[in-house]
């Protein structure tokens, strides 16, 4: 199964039966799809594999901190032993001159997260979010999805090209392969947040 963006692109291409001269074998044209596929499997849910903890100090008199780059929802934020809150950005914003030495609220912001009350002390906070995947670039570049749902990232890539290309027989084909390894991807997310053992997939069918 393909690992890297250059094992990925030789996958699609015989997949779809691309011929080197065509001007979607090329390179560009095929990484263009392999990222909007991965960008579109990100997109279904929060993957137990774009699950990432972080943490950062808060600083006396600041609100606001900035996000981790690679941030695409944020599930928890936490000091010590207490939860912040979620709430809307419009909702603790007015009371923007209220501190407390533990914030209890949080509001998410463009590349931002303001506390709320602004903290009046250096605390650590801890910060539980899902990742978004980072295009890939490089031949050697891998995603950060595990190597056993290849097939989900790659049948989405053939749907999208097979739509490029006006197939609607493939289009149907590699739809229903898509539908079938995002079945499987949730029941195994599902068991793998209930602490079931996941088996890993030991074939190379990817649809």
Request: with cysteine.
């Amino acid at each position: 199964m393909p690992t890297s963006l250059t094992n990925a692109r030789t996958y699609l291409r015989a997949r779809m039966g691309l011929h080197a001269s065509d001007q979607l074998a090329q390179d560009t044209e095929i990484t263009y799809y392999l990222n909007e596929a991965l960008a579109a499997v990100s997109s279904e849910a929060d993957w137990w594999w774009l699950e990432e903890q972080t943490s950062f100090s808060t600083v006396a008199g600041t609100a606001t901190y900035s996000l981790p780059a690679d941030h695409k929802t944020t599930k928890f934020l936490w000091i010590g032993d207490k939860p912040l809150v979620p709430k809307q950005y419009q909702e603790i914003v007015r009371f923007t001159n209220d501190t407390a030495t533990i914030p209890s609220f949080y509001a998410i912001t463009d590349s931002l997260v303001r506390l709320s009350p602004t903290p009046s002390a250096v605390k650590t906070v801890y910060h539980y979010y899902i990742k978004q995947e980072t295009p890939l670039s490089s031949g050697g570049d891998t995603p950060l999805l595990p190597t056993r749902y290849d097939g989900l990232w790659l049948s989405c890539a053939a749907t999208m090209l097979a739509e490029r290309m006006d197939n609607p027989q493939k289009v149907a084909l590699h739809e229903r392969a898509y539908e079938r390894w995002l079945r499987r991807a949730r029941d195994e997310a599902r068991a793998h947040r209930g602490l079931v053992s996941i088996r890993a997939r030991t074939d190379t069918d990817w649809g």
